[in-house]
């Protein structure tokens, strides 16, 4: 059984006193709910802040980028061993990253392989643009993108890690992926692609999350999708009351 885990990507949002005040205002409520893992992911300069209002409680923290290298001169870059003690989770090659920043596939490979060495959790990011979907190759290149990032792991590896399908037209514009496109590329090319290269073991126990425009308003339909493990929220995620409805939502369609 997977357990479903909703991650909460706030971008470039939030100081590190606001962080304070969102993370108190969710943390009682996201203690109560069971069978979710249940992950925030704040800007860089706001993780110590993050991590001690998470206190005990059962949070997990996550990084939104990580450098592959482990030190050195890369002004402005955070490198794997900095995050280590801090967070659990990172996000790699999220959409706008790879659409602002110049991130390729190597360097989402790279960066995957340097988190799981420093015992972070890579929460990969892929997905298609408007343009790609119209011309009926989304399965192809989602499938593409998910061979590049996995290069050279072990299925050990790939089975603790967590892909994010994030269609790039459903993120952050209010439209969602209709269920049946979220599962068809979840169900239909992820988690195929991974059986044909780890096996079926590896495949049944990668998460697998859907994110673009998750909702309270849309949750239960795409969270009780059989391949669906969870999602990554982004504009809802700032909000707790959504957020928390997001998880609870996602508990009941589990539970
Ligand atoms: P959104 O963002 O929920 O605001 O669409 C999702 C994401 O970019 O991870």
Known sequence: MRIPII??????NKSPDETIELVEAMRAPLTDI??????ICPPFVCLSAAQEAIGDAEIGLGAQNVYF????????????????????YVIIGHSERREYFGETDEGVNKKTKVALAHGLTPIVCVGETLALRQSAKTDDWVGRQ????LEGLTGEQVRTLI????????IGTG???TAEDAQQVIGGVIRPTV??????????????????SVKPSNATELMSLPDVDGALVGGASLNAADFCEIVRLTAACRG
């Open 163 to 170: 892909i994010a399908y994030e269609p790039i037209w459903a």
């Open 175 to 177: 439209v969602a992926a």
């Open 34 to 39: 069971v069978g979710v893992e249940k992950v």
């Open 146 to 149: 998910v061979v590049a990032a």
């Open 195 to 212: 059986v044909g290269l780890f096996g079926d073991d590896v495949a049944a126990a990668l998460r697998i999350q859907y994110g673009g």
């Open 69 to 88: 290298e482990e030190s050195g001169a890369y002004t402005g870059e955070i490198a794997p061993g900095m995050l280590e003690g801090l967070v659990q």
């Open 7 to 12: 991650a909460g990507n706030w971008k470039m």
